[in-house]
């Protein structure tokens, strides 16, 4: 295959050193859950899955990265590192404005940097869009955004971790073309992020049309997922409670092509959709069970894609 704008072969990950219940996210993440065991207990969980998932990226030859969470602040969510920043192969690292306080505390650029730099990558340009959460203006990284790094196209949904003043900020200031709607779970309150019901690949996009509830949007928007021949694969709003769209298409250093989902969702697809996928590359499933349970994120929230920087 040829090398592509939208996949790379190399992931920051966050290691959970503080995993736990947040509160404070709670409020807007229906997807999280009270859990029943012991803070140490828990931590634990989280910290072994989140090893096996390295293992088991790097075994399929992926490069990752991994930067451990900050020991000044407390953060529980840091396993999901998307959402204070994105790298982009023209060399430029952003910077979000976050909703809760305690998320906001998780960023830690000055590390990102070192350890990229380690790996003979940088980031030599950081667009830092943070003061914006000042005047509550608020855009979560790669959670809100879910980008065609193709086209420069960025599809995002309203929702009060992704406003558009926020959104049409980043477009113009990153030179992508927006494309903002508004789509809603079983309750009718808004999906907290955009990358839980969309997922964008190299070929193909996984969609739940089913949460947009106008018609003239939805119609917009599967016009712009099918746009480039993509193939859209629909998912139902209750395959999106198994983060069956919080998936993530990379390649490994052979250039072969891979599709990162969490076991909950790979046994949520219907046999036809995984077949849909595979043709786009081998389904990698992996047990994070506690973190999407407890954290309410899943396989794509933890993977923060780094991309050579074009000459």
């Known amino acids: 295959m040829t090398n592509s704008t939208q996949l790379t072969d190399t992931v920051v990950m966050i290691s959970p050193d503080q995993f736990g219940y947040n509160p404070e996210t709670a409020e807007t993440n229906v997807f999280q859950n009270k859990p029943q065991q012991a803070a140490e207990a828990l931590r634990n969980a989280a910290l072994a899955e989140f090893n096996g998932m390295v293992v088991a990226l790097r075994a399929r030859g992926v490069q990752v990265l991994v930067l451990p969470s900050r020991t000044d602040a407390v953060t529980p969510d840091a396993v999901f590192p998307n959402n204070w920043f994105s790298l982009h192969a023209d060399g430029r690292m952003a910077l979000y404005p976050m909703l809760t306080p305690n998320r906001r505390a998780e960023r830690q650029p000055e590390a990102l940097s070192r350890l990229l730099a380690e790996a003979g990558s940088q980031a030599a340009d950081i667009h830092d869009f943070s003061a914006m959460e000042a005047s509550g203006e608020i855009l979560e990284g790669t959670g809100s955004l879910v980008l065609d790094r193709a086209h420069k196209v960025a599809f995002a949904m309203a929702s009060p971790r992704t406003t558009r003043q926020a959104f049409d900020a980043w477009c113009q200031a990153m030179g992508y073309e927006g494309v ?132």
């Open 180 to 311: 903002f709607f508004h789509a809603y779970d079983k309750d009718s309150l808004p999906i907290y992020h955009t990358n839980v019901m969309l997922s964008i690949g190299e070929g193909f996009a996984v969609c739940c049309l089913e949460a947009v509830k106008d018609k003239t949007e939805c119609a917009m928007l599967e016009t712009k997922l099918t746009a480039h021949g993509r193939e859209l694969i629909a998912v139902t709003l209750e395959q999106v409670y198994a983060f069956t769209a919080n998936i993530l298409h990379i390649k490994n250093t052979a250039d072969e092509r891979l599709i990162v989902l969490s076991q909950s969702a790979y046994d949520a697809f219907t046999e036809e959709q995984k077949q849909q996928l595979a043709k786009y590359g081998e389904l990698l499933p992996v047990q994070i069970n506690v973190i999407e349970t407890v954290g309410g994120g899943s396989a794509r929230c933890m993977l923060a894609e780094v991309f050579p920087t074009a000459a």
